[in-house]
């Protein structure tokens, strides 16, 4: 994927009657690339470092005061382009984001005390990204190609994190590699790796070493050719080829 970014600084101003005073007067940075319609790199990530849940430990502020309440912000042309609820300067509870052209670019939402949602997406609106935490940790993670094929599925056991299934696809949407959780006591796992055809590439066990929070292959694998024959077995320990 080719990717072309300029960086643009959008600078926020007074807005007339209709529309409410921007909170603050700074620059808000925001990456442009030029392939708009069909790039990952086009991303509002400013408001991160107002977003706790997520890492971010500023402040935003409106004349030396913590900002609340509902606050707006706008393109040059008056387009929306942010709209979030701020409790004590910082984004709590929800908020959402837009591409100039007035799609949808990710909401933010919190349930309870314990559950959050990040969504983002395409300037197509096709979805991009769709991440759930449980009490700040990453359950479940969804990652999608411009064209609205999945890219990658991860689920994770809520409680101590380690994968339940992880899955990656190809642009076509057909499955590339899957790892499954096969026996949680053991952390024992099988993989299996596939050609674009569809066609199995190579195959076998793998074990969760909690103490490297490594996921490493073992015992015996089983590698095939493209047109499914099998080529050879390898011997695997500790995540290291023996034979």
Partial sequence: MNHIAILTTVLLFALTSQKPIFAQQDSLAITMDTNFVDSIDYTISEYDKYTPKIGGKEFRT?????????????????????????????????????????????????SGTSKLVIESFWPNGNPKEYIEYRKGEIIIYKEYYSNGKMAMFEEHDR????????????????????????????LSYYQI???????????????????????????????????????????????????
Avoid at 89 to 107: A, C, D, H, I, V
Avoid at 159 to 186: I, N, P
Wanted: no cysteine; proline share 4%.
């Fill in 62 to 110: 409106q004349n030396g005061l913590k900002i609340n309440g509902m606050i707006k912000d706008y393109y040059p042309d008056s387009t929306l382009k942010h709209r979030g609820y701020y409790t004590n300067g910082q984004l709590l509870s929800m908020y959402k984001n837009y591409y100039p052209n007035g799609q949808l670019e990710r909401t933010f939402t919190v």
């Fill in 159 to 186: 409680k101590k994190g380690y994968y339940l299934t992880l899955k990656h696809y190809y642009k076509d949407g057909k499955l590339k590699s899957s790892l499954e959780l096969l026996d949680k006591k053991k």
């Fill in 193 to 243: 790796d596939y050609f674009p055809s569809g066609k199995i590439k190579e195959e076998g066990p793998v074990l969760y070493n909690p103490s490297y929070y490594d996921y490493q292959r073992q015992g015996t694998w089983k590698v095939y050719s493209e047109t499914g024959k099998l080529l050879e077995t390898q011997e695997y320990y500790e995540g290291e080829l023996i034979q």
